[in-house]
């Protein structure tokens, strides 16, 4: 083990919309140690993203495959560029270790094809297999990143403070709405160079650990505080079977998509050690509880556990009323749930039932009812996934007060 990290940790979590939709889970992550001829220590974490579109209907394949193929590249660095070459490690990071990737990777799918296409002779489709991918390396001395795709970085400080450090900008010339960059993509080798970074840890004093995500987990959020807040929270759980639960609830009440979650913290003195027992405890449930009402709201109900249970549905729709820009993204992987609710009564009385199992689902089972109230912005984006999937939202009175201005109307829906 490195001795400026702890050993870190990295988890995949099939996603809520896609258990209810019998699909897998198309995310992948990986947390692993190399080490150089040197004996010096290498700590490597990635997670990558599936598209899980009708086209990219292999990518639970292509995500596996890209943690799998970078860590092979990224060995095979390590074996010719000693860690203290942070100048050759830069330059990896934006180009080499792209190229390598790349090459291995499409090496890898053409192997897989002819197992799992209904023609065998057909011509690879790169795009069956298409994901994102994060990389995050660890050395005694540096830190640095690379990658493609809708994957974020956060830093965590010692004071507990969280920093957005890397993200999707732009991906100008690949389509709106939710388009990403992607291991298919031809010109995916020139997308990594400007998410590469490298960081002295010399400068970087007060960092106290790094997470790495799939996009799922920020999506879950009802804003970028909520995600950093969340992150600055999950750093705290020790052991893997409290990543992976929180990994499970933070789906069950976010977005439904798969999410990953790779982290790691500094070792050394005053690096704060992680907490055992209630405290880890405790922890969990503040960065869950996150989603719901945000952190402080979630300090507050921990430290009243005999309050009376808040209503998980009128939670949950304060949460998409407080941030509307957020509405579409919540809502948009339900449409498949909202199928089952047209079809089988008995989901929406189970639902009902049990709303702190699934607020967003009870959510949509309300709204279905009749029986919801809440902002304009929520009911209007209900009202259009209701009538996409060949249903009708029963119409709630509106007060004259919550009327929307004229002309001001929600985006269309859209996604990826």
Known sequence: MSPAWLAPQACSVLGAAHGRQGKPCQDASLSTELVGPDGQTLQLLAVADGHGSSRSWLSQRGSALACAEAQAAVA???SRTPLSDERAWRQLLREGLAAA??????????ADWPQHSPDPAAALEPVAYGCTLGVLLLAPRWWGCTGLGDWDLVAVDRGGGAQLLSQEEGIGGLGGGEATASLCLP????????????????????????????????????????????????IQLEEPQQLRRGLEQITRDGSGDD???????????????????????????????????????AQRLLQRPTA?????????????????????????????????????PAAAAALLAAPQRDPLGALLARSQRGTLTACPALRQQLATLWRETGGKMPAVEVRADERPPAGDRPAAPGSR
Do not use: Y
Not at 101 to 110: E, F, G, L, N, T
Not at 269 to 283: Q, Y
Not at 284 to 293: D, H, I, R, S, T
């Open 76 to 78: 095979d660095a390590l």
């Open 101 to 110: 990737v790349h090459r291995r990777w499409r090496a890898a799918i053409s």
């Open 187 to 234: 010109q995916g080798e020139t997308l990594w160079a400007q998410r590469a970074q490298l960081q002295p840890l010399s400068s970087q004093g007060q960092l106290q650990a790094l997470v790495l995500t799939t996009d799922g987990v920020r999506k879950s959020c009802a804003s970028d505080a909520d995600f950093l807040a969340l992150c600055s929270q999950v």
């Open 259 to 297: 999410v990953s979650l790779a982290m790691a913290l500094r070792a050394g003195p005053g690096s704060n050690p992680r907490p055992r027992g209630r405290r880890a405890a405790l922890a969990l449930a503040g960065a869950a509880l996150a989603l719901a009402g945000g952190l402080v709201a």
């Open 308 to 344: 009376p249970a808040p209503d998980p549905v009128l939670l949950q729709q304060q949460t998409l009323c407080a941030d509307p820009t957020r509405i579409r993204a919540n809502l948009t992987p339900r449409r498949a749930q909202l199928q089952q609710l047209r079809r089988d």
